[in-house]
């Protein structure tokens, strides 16, 4: 079976942290692009960071700039996501990911993804 799946959420007060973890099943990370996505009450989904598999670069909205990292652990099969400073704006459905030939940075993954996880932050 393929799956992502994500734990991590939650509630949090503006100014906080949270670590987002997304384990892979059925497949392993290495060769693939692998991100974070999140999609917001009445907004479209969008790219938060990623790991491009085509230069190894990590890419990022620049809203989130500074306050989020993506890490692996590959023994576990593991991707994390960090995030610091968060803000009220940050509330969302977060999502992780993983394709092998995304059509770009954030557009056009179409590999596989988590169920989603809620992250709440209040002011």
Request: charged content about 20%; hydrophobic content about 35%.
């Amino acid at each position: 079976e393929v799956q992502l799946v994500e734990s991590g959420g939650g509630l949090v007060q503006a100014g906080g942290s949270l670590r987002l973890s997304c384990t892979a099943s059925g497949f392993t990370f290495d060769d693939y692009a692998i991100g974070w996505f999140r999609q917001a009450p009445g907004k479209e989904r969008e790219g938060v960071i990623c790991i491009s598999n085509r230069d190894g670069s990590t890419y990022y909205a620049d809203s989130v700039r500074g306050r989020v990292f993506i890490s692996t652990d590959n023994t576990k099969n593991t991707m994390y996501l960090q995030m610091n400073s968060l803000k009220p704006e940050d509330t969302a459905v977060y999502y992780c990911a993983a394709d092998l030939q995304p059509e770009g940075i954030f557009a056009g993954w179409k590999g596989y993804w988590g169920q989603g996880t809620q992250v709440t932050v209040s002011s």
